[in-house]
């Protein structure tokens, strides 16, 4: 099965497939075994930009590879909010399963052509030598406020929202695959100031346009509850890349803290890659049961 067999079987019963960031090998180790561990279908593993400059772009679609066929379970690689047609083209050649283009700051007409540009070469390469037999491909719309990171507040208004009428004639003139939408969530997580999903918005944008999936950016911060409706009014994809960053960030501080003169990198990276673990297993369970 393709990526996109596992988004339509999630959409059919009410579930959603997750996407989960990482920038090293021990951390896509600690998801694929979570995600296998919890019963989930399949799972997402995305690289940013900055990510992918960190793993390298080659030795993630290796990676990848070698943990689908070790762990004989499904783990596809996603371009996560690929910002150029250059970048995704890189994407794309070197065997990556999925590309987000994330043209949202682009005024709307230039984000489709660049987005439309995106899909013709990924359609027309796919299955090609050294490429991903099929190629998932993800447009932004709606402004997406926020970053991976832990801040204190950011305003967010109605405007930012995704408009149902300008989805309908993105994906129409696009062919995207998949719709990274805005109706109240933020990259990344606040502090000081409750994030909270506007539901109602995001049926008025399913009920206009049914024929794509919706993904949820932005997941990390919000709460199980509003997760769950988002699910139930379907959501199939759903990415957490900030709560991920702060649990290995605060596994490491804990076993260096308890340990100050541990010189082995597995040894304290090791209690990080379970909470790792122990955060994507919980978010599996919540994705599963809605
Ligand atoms: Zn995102």
Redesign the pocket.
């Known amino acids: 099965m393709i990526l996109n067999d596992y988004l339509k079987d999630a959409k059919t019963n009410g579930y959603a497939i997750g996407h989960f960031n990482f920038s090293t090998a021990d951390v896509l180790r600690g998801i694929v075994e979570a995600c296998k561990e919890s019963g989930a279908p399949a799972v997402m593993v995305g690289t940013s930009e900055g990510e992918a400059r960190f793993v390298g772009m080659k030795e993630a679609v290796a990676l990848i590879k070698v943990f689908r066929e070790d762990l004989d379970f499904p783990v596809f690689l996603n371009a996560?909010?690929f910002k150029s047609f250059e970048k995704c083209k890189e994407a794309v050649d070197v065997g990556y399963d999925s590309i987000i283009i994330d043209a949202s700051k682009l005024p709307n007409e230039e984000n489709i052509v660049l987005t439309k540009k995106v899909v013709d070469y990924a359609r027309l390469h796919q299955n090609s030598e050294g490429r991903s037999p099929n190629i998932s491909v993800e447009g932004e719309l709606g402004y997406?406020r926020g970053s991976s990171e832990v801040q204190k507040k950011i305003e967010i208004s109605l405007s930012d929202y995704s408009k149902p009428e300008e989805v309908s004639d993105f994906v129409l003139k696009t062919g995207v695959d998949r719709m990274?939408i805005v109706f109240g969530n933020i990259?990344g997580i606040v502090t000081e100031q409750e994030e909270k999903l506007d539901i109602e918005h995001f049926k008025k944008i399913i009920t206009a346009v049914p024929n794509v999936f919706y993904v949820l950016?932005?997941a990390s911060g919000l709460s199980d509850d509003d997760v769950r409706a988002a699910i139930k009014a379907g959501i199939t994809n759903v990415?957490f890349?900030t709560e991920l960053r702060v649990a290995y960030t605060e596994g490491i501080h804990k076993a260096l803290h308890d340990k100050p003169d541990e010189t082995t990198p597995y040894k304290y990276l090791g209690p990080a890659i379970d909470e790792i673990k122990k955060l994507v297993s919980r978010k599996i369970k919540l994705f599963m049961r809605t």
Do not use: F, K, T
Request: glycine share 12%; charged share 10%; proline share 0%.
């Open positions: 996560d909010h997406l990274a990259h950016h932005g990415h890349n």
